[in-house]
């Protein structure tokens, strides 16, 4: 039964609010609380063994959305999920997924989930994920986020991860390998407080000619947090690749940013760029001489940054 | 009205003490405009600061509107209408130029012609860069300008502006300079600015010349100019033909 609460995380992490349109499949406790399949959308169960589902996209399909949102609400509930996409030719569309856990409890809630997206010729996707983790109690929520994405020839991924608050520990891992012509775009927003931790490994593979990888991570890390990140970027052919890692430390948090490049080919053009500081002194008192407090001014910058 | 009483300023540098100001009052009436100028390092821009409450004076006292505002903080004297464009602003990741229009007019639903205005009048175009962020892709002269549109759609009594000329081309200069004449004609504010150009100079009701940490002269433009160009180039045989002749 998807409860006051499950519907107040479900629009947190996929904005979901009543019945969508489109493809939909809501995961809580390891239940499926709602599946709809439309024309071009088909979601099924998985027969392999495993957790989760196989999510076929037909080819040609444009401007339709799907949404795979999964709920813990179960303090001690922990799960493995595989979720397949295999989008077909020329497609364009949207697929909405997050996790959001409601630990009222004293023991430890996880999600780990295992995303594989397999993107037909000249398909777009766009993939945006929220994390987002509450509750009461003492137990301690933990996400690990696996993606990996195939692009084939002309295809191409926007995909957005973003986890504000309330998960404790994250380590993310995400991979895409691009064909000829493909682009990837990751962006990701993290912001950690408390004692949280939060790992990220990302790689663009770029094997394609002229396909093209792109990496804007900005994060917030506040209080005794820390924050990891691994962003690399392989070019084995011709082809660009751009590494952008920006992060504000607050309070005794720590971070460590290790973004990498790795040309295979005397045509791969390649950048990265990593940046950690605290707030600047002059753009706090910028915003106090336009009257807002100190701490209004703070959480200004950190909501542009993270926009 | 604003009034500065017996204000010094004090740095211990290196075990050393340092006067930056030294016993400084004056009072600015509603309305007015008036240029500090006066050579680099003369205290304009502490002076200035010390206003706005970016910098806390050693000695003496601020007095705005009949209030002592001495011991306020930045943010309680911009709740009291004064404001301050930094010579070198700072530029923010992830903040538009709108989001920063907004902030400053403290409206919410600050609309877009708003803001086409208030960027009209630093000469610049709000379909260019309204969405734009004000980050490092923008140039100096450009978020110099925002800046000074920031001031604009805070709409407080007293304005300070530090250099608000530095790093501007000619022709935005020239609608700026408009901007300002007009604030000034319409009585909108009280208006502070720490200037070299003439042409901002010309526009003053008063002049200070603030050199040494102290206030070297105070006047009109026909009266002020003549000693900012003697005492520029006074001390220097070099610049000063006629001694550079004699040796």
């Keep these: 039964m998807i409860t006051q609460v499950d519907q107040a995380l479900l629009e947190k992490i996929a904005d979901l609010v009543g019945k969508p349109v489109g493809a939909l499949n809501i995961r809580k406790d390891g239940g499926c609380e709602a599946r709809t399949s439309t024309e071009h959308i088909k979601i099924d169960a998985r027969t392999d063994g495993n957790e989760g589902i196989d999510v076929r996209i037909l080819d040609g399909t444009k401007g339709e959305k799907c949404y795979i949102p999964v709920v813990i609400s179960k303090s001690g509930y922990a799960e493995l999920v595989y979720n397949d996409f295999y989008v077909g030719e020329n497609c364009d569309v949207e697929i909405v997924a997050g996790c959001g856990i409601h630990n009222a409890g004293c023991d430890e809630a996880r999600h780990d989930g295992v995303h594989t997206f397999h993107v037909g010729k000249n398909s777009r996707v766009r993939y945006a994920e929220k994390h987002y983790g509450e509750g009461s109690g003492d137990g301690t929520n933990i996400m690990n986020p696996q993606t990996i994405v195939y692009l084939s020839e002309g295809a191409s991924i926007q995909m957005e991860t973003v986890q504000i608050r309330g998960i404790d520990s994250t380590k993310r891992v995400t991979r895409i390998v691009c064909g000829k012509n493909a682009e990837a775009l990751i962006t990701e927003r993290l912001l950690t407080h408390g004692w949280q931790l939060a790992e990220s490994d990302m790689e663009i593979v770029l094997d394609g000619e002229d396909s093209k990888g792109r990496v804007i991570s900005r994060s917030v890390a506040q209080d005794e947090s820390r924050q990891i990140f691994r962003p690399v970027v392989i070019g084995n052919n011709r082809c660009f690749g751009h590494v952008q890692c920006d992060s504000i430390i607050m309070g005794s948090a720590k971070i460590e940013s290790v973004p990498a490049i790795t040309a295979n080919s005397t045509e791969a053009q390649l950048i990265h760029e990593a940046a950690i500081g605290k707030i600047a002194g002059d753009q706090l008192l910028k915003l106090q001489t336009l009257g807002l407090t100190e701490e209004e001014a703070e959480d200004r910058i950190l909501k542009g940054f993270l926009a | ?247």
């Design chain 2, 1 to 247: 009205m604003l009034e500065l009483r017996h204000i010094s300023y004090l740095v211990t540098e290196a075990g050393a003490e340092q006067t930056i100001l030294k016993d400084v009052s004056l009072s600015i009436p509603d309305g007015r405009l008036v240029v500090f100028t006066g050579p680099n390092g003369g205290g304009k821009t502490t002076l200035a600061r010390i206003i706005m409450g970016l910098v806390t004076p050693t000695e003496g006292q601020i007095v705005y509107n009949g209030r002592d505002i001495t011991g306020l903080s930045i943010t309680e004297r911009a709740r009291l209408g004064i404001s301050y464009g930094f010579q070198q602003p700072p530029r923010f990741k992830g903040i538009t130029v709108r989001d920063l229009l907004t902030v400053a007019s403290g409206d919410d639903r600050l609309t877009k012609e708003r803001c086409c205005r208030y960027l009209t009048q630093v000469g610049l175009c709000a379909n260019d860069y309204l969405d734009r962020e004000v980050d490092a892709s923008l140039s100096g002269g450009e978020v110099k300008r925002i800046e000074i549109a920031t001031l604009l759609a805070r709409g407080s009594e007293l304005m300070i502006f530090d250099e608000p000329e530095a790093g501007i081309d000619l022709w935005s200069f020239a609608r700026l300079t408009e901007t300002f004449e007009e604030l000034h004609r319409t009585h909108r504010a009280t208006m502070v600015i720490i200037s070299h150009q003439e042409r901002i100079i010309r526009l003053a009701d008063e002049i200070i010349v603030v050199s040494g940490g102290e206030l070297r002269y105070r006047g009109g433009a026909d009266e002020v100019f003549p000693k900012i160009m003697a005492d520029t180039l006074g001390s220097c045989p070099v610049l000063t033909r006629k001694e550079a002749a004699n040796q």
